[in-house]
């Protein structure tokens, strides 16, 4: 079973960047794509981005497309979301997805 520990998140300032990671414990951490979520306050939980077991593909969200960047370290088993041009909208706890399991969430706070 594999358990995801989010970090990186804080308060920027729009336009600014955020780099978010996602460590994996386990040893099925290559067998699956993983992805980044988000959940704004009263909205629903949301995708953001994913990546193929190997790295070469990856997928966005029209919201993030061109300004988030998603890559994975199988060696190192983490995940990472570099987000830059950020908006007050990326406001959110993001999370990161591994076949069935969720971190904890890490908070992003972009202020106008």
């Known amino acids: 079973q594999v358990q995801l520990v989010e970090s990186g998140g804080g308060l920027v300032q729009a336009g600014g960047s955020l780099r978010l990671s996602c460590a994996a414990s386990?040893?099925?951490?290559?067998?699956?794509?993983m992805g980044w979520f988000r959940e704004a306050p009263g909205k629903e939980r949301e995708f953001v981005a994913a990546i193929s077991r190997s790295g070469v593909n990856t997928v966005y969200a029209d919201s993030v497309k061109g300004r988030f960047t998603i890559s994975r370290d199988n060696a190192k088993k983490t995940v990472f979301l570099q987000m830059s041009s950020l908006k007050p909208e990326d406001t959110a706890v993001y999370y990161c997805?591994?076949?069935?399991?969720w971190g904890q969430g890490t908070q992003v706070t972009v202020s106008s």
């Open positions: 997805n591994y076949a069935t399991a």
């Open positions: 386990g040893r099925t951490f290559s067998t699956y794509m």
